[in-house]
């Protein structure tokens, strides 16, 4: 159900809500982050991430996201942890506490590319000398993989 939580939003405006979501690390060959610049942070860089839409699961959505924001094809290669401790407010006022599944994705397909509303720039970086992540989660994900820690639940 596309715009599923654009329906809420408009009935509840921006009341704080329990919100899923998933955020994937994809490495290049060397190694380097795909990181992204994102549009609706004023170019704060994180993550791919993304809202789980109704009726997807958590892998599926990983799927999409990465095809919308990156043009990439991705498969979900395995759960590194979940994320649940955050609470975000958004420049237009929305409020969402989010929980994550955070996953190692691998490419399959497509070619870089950031033209689209969600994103200024995608770039791969080295996991120490990624630039500051947008928010806690995404942080806390990146020192996660970084430290090699799987199975976490924060």
């Known amino acids: ?8 939003r408009a009935k509840v405006g921006h009341t704080p809500l ?3 979501g998933t955020i ?3 490495t ?9 610049q994102r ?11 993304g809202t789980i839409e109704y009726g ?24 590194l942890g979940v994320n649940g401790n955050l609470n975000l407010t958004y420049p237009n ?6 929980l994550c599944p955070v996953f190692r994705v691998k ?6 590319n950031g033209d689209n509303d969600e994103t200024e720039d995608l770039q791969f970086f080295e996991p120490n000398a990624a630039p500051h992540l947008f928010n806690r989660q995404h942080q806390e994900a990146l020192a996660h993989f970084i430290a090699g820690e799987t199975g976490y639940f924060d």
Do not use: C, H
């Not at 290049?28 to 795909?34: F, H, K, N």
């Not at 006022?93 to 989010?98: F, Y």
């Not at 490419?107 to 870089?112: D, I, M, N, R, V």
């Open 28 to 36: 290049d060959a060397a190694g380097r982050v795909l990181l992204q």
């Open 93 to 98: 006022g929305d409020v969402a506490q989010w």
């Open 56 to 79: 997807e699961t958590p892998a599926q959505t990983m799927v999409r996201e990465f095809k919308e924001e990156t043009n990439l094809t991705v498969e979900v290669v395995s759960l």
């Open 107 to 112: 490419q399959s397909g497509g070619e870089l």
């Open 24 to 26: 994937g690390i994809l």
């Open 18 to 20: 329990i919100m899923a």
């Open 39 to 49: 549009s609706d942070f004023s170019g704060e860089w994180g993550l791919i991430s």
């Open 1 to 8: 159900m596309a715009d599923y939580i654009k329906q809420i």
